[in-house]
C-alpha cells in the first residue's frame, strides 16, 4: 500500500479576550464582540506546541514545501492576533529550518526569559525529533493548569498502517523517522518509529487544560478520540465555555491525499483554517452567524466547504468530541489597542505623519489585509517598536529609515528653474538634503529661448546624486 504523502495539522485552537473594550472615533469597527468575553476572560492562560517538518531522510518520504510555512503562520495568528504569550510557544521543526524559526521566537523573548524558560525545560525552540515530540506534549500536560487553552500544532508527514489483528492506526512522521519502503506496513517498525495518535491520545488525556482540540491536515484512519458527546450542545454559550472538552477535526477521510499548494503556500487545510481565523474588521470568514465567535460547529462546517472547494472535493474533513464544553475563538482586540498605545508613547520621538502610519500599518496587519511592499518593508520597523526593549537609538534609526532620502545636487549652466516631481524646488545651484529614495522626474528651464532639460534621477538611501547640464537655445 502507497505510504500517505499528505501534510499534517495537529492543532489546538482555541481565542479569548481579556479587559473591556473601548471604541474610539475614526477608527474601523472590529468584529462584534460577546459582552460576556468582554467582562471576564474564559481562560486564565494559553499554551501552543507549534510543529512543522519539511525535510525528512533521504529515501521512503519526500520533503514537504510548506510544513514549515503552516507552524510558522500558526504562530504568527496566536501570538500577533490572540494575545498567546510567547515564552507559552513551543516549537519544533528539521534541523533546516532550526535557525531561522529560532530568530523569529527569540524576537518575541527578552534573553533573560529565554535563559530562564531553558533552565525550566521549556526549550521554547528544537528539533522535531519523535522523543521531542512526546515529550514536549508532557511538558504541555505538566505546566498548563485547569482552566487554560492548549494549542498544539503538527505540519508534516503522516501514515496509516493496518494492524495484524484487523483495523488500522495513524501516525504522525518524525524528522527523525528511519523506515525502509518494505517496511511501512510492518505495524511493529512503524511503531517504533513514528508517533502513533494512540500515543497522542494518552497526552491529550494527561493534559488539565479546560479545552483541547486537534486540528489534523491529513487523512488518515481513526480520530483518536471516542466522541461520547455530540456537537451540537444544549445550554448559553457562556456556561458551556466553562465545560470541559477534547475534539478533533481532521483534512480527510482515510486513503485520502492531503495536498499542498505553491498559490496558497500552505496544506489546503491549514489554508483553510487561516482563512478561517484570520480576524477582519467585519467578522470571521467562519463567524456564520456574525455573533462575534466561532464556535466548534461553524468552523468543521467552513472547513468542509472550503477544503472541498481547494482540492476539487478530493479532501473531506472528519470530526468529533468528547466533553460538553464549547470553544470560541474571539480576536483579542485588546491586543489591538495595546499595540497602538504602544506606539502612541513614542508621540514625542517621531514625527506625528510617522506614528500615524505605523498605527495603521499595524492596525491592517492585525486583521489580515494584504499589506503594499512599502508597508510590508515598514512593518519590520513596527515590529521594532513594538518590542519593549527597543532603545532611543534604535527608535532614531526607525524613523531614519521608515523613509529612506538621499541628496540631490543640481547645478546648470548659465542657470535654470528646478521643477522636482512636477512641482517647483528652486533655482540652481540647488542641493535637496531629504528626497525620497526611488525614481524621480527631474526638469531644468531657462528663460524663453532656452531648451528645457528633462532627466529621470534615481535616488539612493544615504547617497548623493549629482546632475549637472548646460542648457542650449533651440
Keep these: 500500500c502507497k505510504w500517505l504523502c499528505g501534510l499534517w495539522s495537529l492543532a489546538l485552537l482555541l481565542a479569548g479576550m481579556t479587559g473591556t473594550l473601548a471604541l474610539e472615533r475614526g477608527v474601523r469597527p472590529w468584529p462584534r464582540i460577546p459582552s460576556a468575553f468582554q467582562r471576564e476572560a474564559p481562560y486564565r492562560t494559553s499554551w501552543a506546541l507549534l510543529i512543522g517538518i519539511n525535510t525528512y531522510p533521504p529515501g521512503v518520504w519526500s520533503s514537504l514545501n ?66 521531542n515530540i512526546l515529550d514536549a506534549l508532557t511538558t504541555v500536560a505538566g505546566k498548563c493548569g485547569k482552566e487554560d487553552r492548549v494549542i498544539v ?5 503522516g501514515h496509516t498502517v493496518k494492524l495484524p489483528r484487523g483495523g488500522e492506526r495513524g501516525y504522525l512522521v518524525p524528522t527523525d523517522v ?36 486537534f486540528l489534523i491536515d491529513a487523512c488518515y484512519s481513526g480520530l483518536a478520540i471516542s466522541g461520547r458527546s455530540p ?26 491525499e492531503a495536498f499542498e499548494n505553491p498559490e ?19 467578522q470571521f ?32 474533513p472528519q470530526s468529533d468530541q468528547e466533553g460538553e464544553g464549547l470553544f470560541v475563538y474571539v480576536p483579542d482586540v485588546h491586543l489591538l489597542q495595546r499595540g497602538k498605545q504602544r506606539l502612541q508613547d513614542f508621540a514625542d520621538q517621531l514625527p506625528r505623519k510617522v506614528l500615524r502610519e505605523a498605527q495603521q500599518i499595524w492596525e491592517r496587519y492585525f486583521w489580515g489585509e494584504k499589506l503594499s511592499a512599502q508597508e510590508r518593508r515598514r512593518w519590520q520597523l513596527v515590529v521594532q517598536l513594538l518590542d519593549e526593549r527597543v532603545t532611543p537609538a534604535e527608535v532614531a534609526e526607525v524613523q531614519a529609515r521608515w523613509t529612506p532620502t538621499g541628496i540631490l545636487c543640481v547645478n546648470a549652466v548659465p542657470w535654470a528653474e528646478v521643477v522636482l516631481d512636477g512641482k517647483p524646488v528652486g533655482q540652481t545651484p540647488l542641493r535637496l538634503d531629504e528626497v525620497s529614495v526611488g525614481e524621480h522626474r527631474l526638469q531644468l528651464r531657462w528663460e524663453e529661448g532656452y531648451r528645457t532639460v528633462e532627466r529621470t534621477v534615481q535616488i539612493q538611501a544615504g547617497e548623493m546624486t549629482k546632475v549637472g547640464v548646460r542648457l542650449k537655445k533651440e
Design 264 to 282: 496558497w503556500g500552505h496544506g489546503a487545510f491549514t489554508k483553510a483554517l487561516l482563512d478561517a481565523l484570520t480576524p477582519t474588521p467585519e
Design 178 to 213: 528511519h523506515l525502509a519502503e518494505k517496511e511501512l506496513q510492518e505495524a511493529a517498525r512503524v511503531e517504533e518509529e513514528c508517533v502513533p495518535m494512540t500515543e497522542i491520545r494518552l497526552k491529550a488525556l494527561l493534559i488539565k487544560a479546560r479545552h483541547v482540540l
Design 153 to 157: 500544532f503538527f505540519s508534516g508527514h
Design 66 to 131: 510548506y510544513a514549515v510555512a503552516d507552524s510558522e503562520a500558526m504562530y504568527d495568528l496566536l501570538v500577533n492576533h490572540y494575545g498567546f504569550p510567547p515564552e507559552n510557544v513551543l516549537v519544533l521543526t528539521d534541523k533546516q529550518a532550526l535557525s531561522r524559526l529560532q530568530k523569529k521566537v527569540l524576537s518575541h523573548l527578552p534573553k533573560k526569559v529565554f535563559s530562564r524558560l531553558q533552565e525550566e525545560g521549556w526549550p521554547v525552540i528544537g528539533e522535531a525529533t519523535k522523543q
Design 231 to 256: 456537537l451540537r450542545l444544549p445550554g448559553k454559550v457562556p456556561r458551556a465555555v466553562r465545560y470541559p472538552m477534547l475534539g478533533i477535526i481532521t483534512a480527510g477521510r482515510a486513503g485520502e
Design 285 to 316: 470568514r467562519a463567524d456564520a452567524d456574525g455573533d462575534g465567535m466561532v464556535t466548534l460547529k461553524e468552523l468543521v462546517s467552513y472547513l468542509d466547504s472550503a477544503v472541498r472547494r481547494l482540492t476539487q472535493d478530493g479532501q473531506n
